[in-house]
C-alpha cells in the first residue's frame, strides 16, 4: 500500500520561500523516480520536477528552472521540493507522485499512479 503525504504549504507573499515535504511508504515499484506536480485554479495538472530515489538526475519543468530544487533523503523516506523567489502564478496545489509501474519517469501525470493529498501554497 503506496502512501504519499504532503506538507509545508503555506500562505507568502511574492519574493518568499517555501520547502515542501512528502514522506512516502509501501512504494516498489520499478519506476525508480519520484515527482512534484501543481495544479493552480482552474488549470490542468502539472509536472514541475522529478528525481531519481538516488537524489540524482534532477529534471525540471521550463517555467521553475532556477527557482525550484528537488530533492530526497532516502533514510527519511522524504521528498522535497524547495522553492524560491515565489511567483504568484506559482499558488496551487502541490502534489508528491510515485510512477505506475512500468512507466518512465516523465514528468506527464498521465504516468503517475500514486498520488498525495496535496498541500497548498499561496503566493500574493
Known amino acids: 500500500h503506496v502512501q504519499l503525504v504532503e506538507s509545508g504549504g503555506g500562505s507568502v507573499q511574492a519574493g518568499g520561500s517555501l520547502r515542501l515535504a512528502c514522506t512516502y511508504s509501501?512504494?516498489?515499484?520499478?519506476?525508480?523516480?519520484l515527482a512534484w506536480f501543481r495544479q493552480g485554479p482552474g488549470k490542468e495538472r502539472l509536472g514541475v520536477a522529478r528525481?531519481?530515489?538516488?537524489?540524482?538526475?534532477?529534471y525540471y519543468h521550463d517555467s521553475v528552472k532556477g527557482r525550484f530544487t528537488i530533492s530526497q533523503d532516502s533514510a527519511k523516506r522524504t521528498l522535497y521540493l524547495e522553492i524560491n523567489n515565489l511567483k504568484p502564478e506559482d499558488t496551487g496545489l502541490y502534489y508528491c507522485a510515485a510512477p505506475r509501474p512500468g512507466y518512465a519517469c516523465s514528468l506527464h501525470p498521465a504516468a503517475y499512479g500514486f498520488w498525495g493529498q496535496g498541500t497548498q501554497v499561496t503566493v500574493s
Open positions: 528525481v531519481f530515489r538516488s537524489g540524482t538526475d534532477a
Open positions: 509501501g512504494y516498489t515499484g520499478t519506476s525508480d523516480c
